[in-house]
């Protein structure tokens, strides 16, 4: 949605490399968040960080790392420990519990 | 851990049939969400249902929480094509600031 940026749209990568997504906003929004999504799935919980300098764990963070070093930004790190990385990520962000989320327009890795 | 479940995961109608997709949690939910993602986008909200047993409209759309908020259903009256996308529910447990995705519907209308 407006106001959340996701680049590059497309992203290819050798196997072995780490790669790193950019997500950043201007909503003001506290609370950030990483998913991930398969083809015909639903969307997996990566990390999420609900205030600058932190950040929690979701469901599937093993091969994945973040920072949260300003309010605007949340970059995730796709590591080479991460066995399956090809996907779509998606980052969201929130203004507050339980509010709605706004997505960015995903960033789809390709590794070979 | 907690679990999000919808059926069906797909459902093909003709433009002007009904259709209806279920979300069934395996816990009691604070309130539920609902996205819609159309093919090669990215989710985008929908609605948020609170209380137990709430009814809400958006056009042809009609949501519906469960009494006892483990369940929740969206149906739309005489589809259209511009309602082709996967729709999905997302609960929260109220615990944490994060939310449970369910697994998704994809709904094709033939015009």
């Known amino acids: 949605d407006g106001g959340i940026t996701q680049s590059p749209k497309y992203l290819f990568r050798k196997e072995g490399q780490n790669v790193t997504l950019s997500c950043e906003q201007n909503l003001n929004h506290d609370a950030m968040y990483w998913y991930r999504q398969d083809p015909g799935q639903g969307l997996r919980l990566i990390y999420y960080s609900q205030i600058v300098n932190d950040f929690q764990k979701g469901d599937i963070a093993e091969g994945y790392s973040v920072s949260r070093e300003k309010k605007e930004s949340f970059p995730l790190t796709v590591t080479s420990a991460q066995k399956n990385p090809t996907a779509f990520y998606l980052c969201?962000?929130?203004?507050?519990?339980?509010?709605?989320?706004?997505f960015g327009p995903g960033t789809r890795l390709t590794v070979t | 851990g907690q679990q999000v479940m919808q059926i069906p995961q797909y459902q093909h109608v003709q433009e002007g049939e009904d259709f209806t997709t279920y979300c069934n949690s395996s816990t009691t939910l604070s309130n539920i969400q609902w996205y819609k993602q159309r093919p090669g986008g990215h989710p985008v909200f929908l609605i948020q249902?609170?209380?137990?047993?709430e009814v809400k409209k958006q056009k042809r759309l009609t949501f519906q929480f469960g009494e006892a908020k483990k369940n929740s259903s969206l149906h739309i009256t005489a589809t259209q094509t511009t309602d082709v996308g996967t729709y999905f529910c997302a609960g929260d447990g109220g615990a944490t600031n994060k939310l449970i995705f369910g697994t998704g519907t994809l709904l094709a209308v033939q015009p």
């Open positions: 249902l609170v209380k137990s047993g």
């Open positions: 969201a962000t929130t203004s507050g519990q339980p509010g709605q989320q706004y």
